[in-house]
């Protein structure tokens, strides 16, 4: 009888401190190079435009819907009527809460930056998320998307337990772990997983929210115990336990049953089609797949990406019925046998790399002059808000033109990762990273928006009879 070699699976592997995350670095999978697919430059700067109006006008909606739903339960309470709008409202506070984090986490929901910060520091109370660990968390979740033992948001661990899936509809326990979780920053300790993605200078924001949300919480019972009545843990708290399953609904679609250590989003991610109510609760997180691809891109513009990228991508799901026809047995398999993934057929394209960064970059071997300048192109290769990778020496340089004509060259990769900043989002004097939408100040190179930690090297650049011209040494 042949032996069984399928490696024998276990929960500790998704641990940050395992084992199995180690191995991964040494397999090149942390930080790693990801599949892009090809979008033409000016399209993709059209996409990358941000706008208040939408994000308002969603949001503007989205309160007034709970506002609403609250006062109805107010309105019907003492009558078994109460129980509908009180569930509703529980399902929109405790699960569109998610989409609303997310967005705004990555900063793209709005043009205005405090409107993003202000969203996400509610939507995460809602969700019961710590704001500040998981900002570094989702920072990681789009570096290592799916490799285990890197990853600290893998919703769906192997060996499967069902009884566990079907807990986790009820949020438990989840509920708990947050709880848990605040009381141990509030009195300011950290895990020893959470210091492998959280910097040390982050730690007292951490214990600072923590306290801010035990402090709520102990007001919400306080006023509960004060006026005999449970109506106001149904508005806080407990709508985290029964109306936290559409987010369950919504989030397996990401990422359930498919690949693990692969480095293409179209192998551990699914994109599906939603319908207009689904789409306005979940701000079009169905396009999941161009969301990994493109995390800049704002999602009122995901359907318009998706449709520059569908070729490349497999099959879109009609549906979340047609979605979880497919996760369903997989789930099911899975949970008999833990090494089983659904395998997504990519299409056979060509691939895309070598087209993507031929457009935008200017390589060259020229000596620079005895003051260090280089020259690097014509000035009208680059529009009024571009930005143009250059590489020269063994380095690599982003140089930007400013929407008002300045121009500005710093050190071509993140700070943070391994991105090339050229393929980011230049606005104003800021370059915002396409990987984590970490900001930089391109005149000076200092950090504006974490998780980058460390300023870029700034270098002078300048045009000279209509060409630019680098200062390298
Ligand atoms: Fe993380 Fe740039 S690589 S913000």
């Known amino acids: 009888m042949a032996a069984n070699t399928a490696p024998l699976r276990t929960l500790e592997e998704y641990s940050l401190v395992s084992e199995r995350g180690k191995q991964a670095v040494v397999r090149g999978l942390a930080d790693a190079q990801w599949y892009v697919p090809l979008v033409p430059r000016e399209k993709m700067r059209e996409l990358l435009e941000r706008r208040n109006g939408p994000a308002i006008r969603d949001t503007i909606i989205w309160f007034g819907l709970l506002l609403a739903l609250g006062l109805a339960g107010i309105a019907l309470w003492g009558t078994p009527w ?7 409202y529980a399902v929109v506070y405790a699960s569109s809460s998610d989409s609303r984090w997310h967005e705004a986490g990555h900063g793209t929901a709005f ?23 998981w900002r570094w968390s989702h920072a990681r979740h789009h570096s290592d998307t799916i490799i285990v033992g890197r990853d600290a948001e893998i919703v769906l661990q192997r060996p499967l337990s069902v009884g566990g899936l ?9 509920f708990f772990r947050y709880f848990q979780s ?41 006023l509960a115990i004060g006026t005999r009545s449970i109506l106001p843990l149904l508005f806080i708290g407990l709508p985290n336990l ?23 989003h179209r ?22 797949i161009e969301h990994h691809m493109f995390p800049l891109v704002p999602y009122y513009n995901l359907p318009k990406l998706h449709e520059l990228v569908k070729a490349y991508m497999p099959p879109t799901y009609n549906g979340l019925i047609a979605a ?44 620079a002059d005895a003051d260090g300048w280089v020259e690097v192109c014509d000035l009208n290769l680059m529009v009024l808000g571009d930005v143009l990778r250059f590489d020269h020496g063994g380095h690599v340089y982003a140089i930007y033109r400013t929407s008002m004509g300045q121009m500005f060259a710093t050190d071509g990769f993140c700070s943070h990762g391994k991105a090339h900043l050229t393929e980011g989002f230049l606005r104003g004097d800021i370059i915002e990273c396409p990987k984590h939408n970490g900001r930089f100040d391109v005149r000076d190179g200092s950090v504006r928006r974490s998780p980058p930690r460390v300023a870029l090297k700034t270098y002078p650049v300048r045009h000279k009879d209509g060409r630019i011209q680098l200062k390298v040494k």
């Open 267 to 288: 192998l551990n991610t699914r994109t599906v089609y939603m319908n207009l109510i689904n789409r306005y609760l979940y701000w079009n997180m169905g396009y999941h």
């Open 242 to 264: 029964y109306g936290a399953w559409l987010m369950l609904i919504y989030g397996l679609t990401q990422h359930a049953g498919l690949a693990e250590d692969v480095l293409d």
């Open 111 to 133: 043009k205005t930056d405090w409107l993003n910060n202000a969203l996400y520091e509610i939507a995460s109370f809602m969700v019961l998320r710590e704001s500040v660990i």
């Open 182 to 222: 605040i009381l141990r920053h509030s009195l300011g300790k950290m895990a020893p997983e959470e210091r492998m993605f959280i910097p040390e200078a982050a730690f007292s924001r951490v214990y600072r929210r923590a306290r801010i949300y035990l402090l709520i919480y102990l007001a919400v019972i306080t």
């Open 324 to 367: 979880y026809r497919e996760i369903v047995p997989t789930l099911r398999r899975v949970a008999k046998d833990p090494n089983y993934y659904y395998q997504r057929p990519v299409p056979a394209l060509p691939e895309p790399e070598a087209a993507h960064a031929a457009a935008q970059v200017v390589v060259s071997d020229a000596l």
């Open 82 to 88: 109460a129980i509908i709008p009180l569930f509703l």
């Open 166 to 174: 079907f807990l986790k509809f009820i949020n438990i326990p989840g």
